[in-house]
Nanobody, 120 residues
Framework: QVQLVESGGGLVQPGGSLRLSCAAS????????MDWYRQAPGKQRELVAD???????NYADFVKGRFTISRDNAKNTVYLQMNSLKPEDTAVYYC??????????????WGQGTQVTVSA
């Protein structure tokens, strides 16, 4: 009933930048928290950043000062601006959106993942 579509991943050199997007569509009343996670090969999925419906943000220590999360509520879209990328940022990045339905039920939906590779 709700689909998330991610875009913006790719290959970038160390020190470069990328901007990820994640757009939700379908039966949406409103969206509560929006999150970005990542999972590197052989590692567990970890939270990168999240943003609440009123714009409060939270970042993992390893991205503070380099990544910025933002959202456009009119477009049901969350963004992740990634600057000063490092090889250790290489991972598949996933968005998650906590969608509130017309009946006030909150359901978490995940994007399909987008590969980010930081390499010279």
């Amino acid at each position: 009933q709700v689909q998330l579509v991610e875009s913006g991943g790719g290959l970038v050199q160390p020190g470069g930048s990328l901007r990820l997007s994640c757009a939700a569509s379908g039966r949406i009343f409103t969206i509560d928290t929006m999150d970005w996670y990542r999972q590197a090969p052989g590692k567990q999925r970890e939270l990168v950043a999240d943003i609440t419906s009123d714009g409060n943000t939270n970042y993992a220590d390893f991205v503070k000062g380099r990544f910025t999360i933002s959202r456009d509520n009119a477009k049901n879209t969350v963004y992740l601006q990634m600057n000063s990328l490092k090889p250790e940022d290489t991972a598949v990045y996933y968005c998650k959106q906590s969608v509130v339905t017309q009946t006030q039920v909150v359901v978490d939906y995940w994007g399909q993942g987008t590969q980010v590779t930081v390499s010279a």
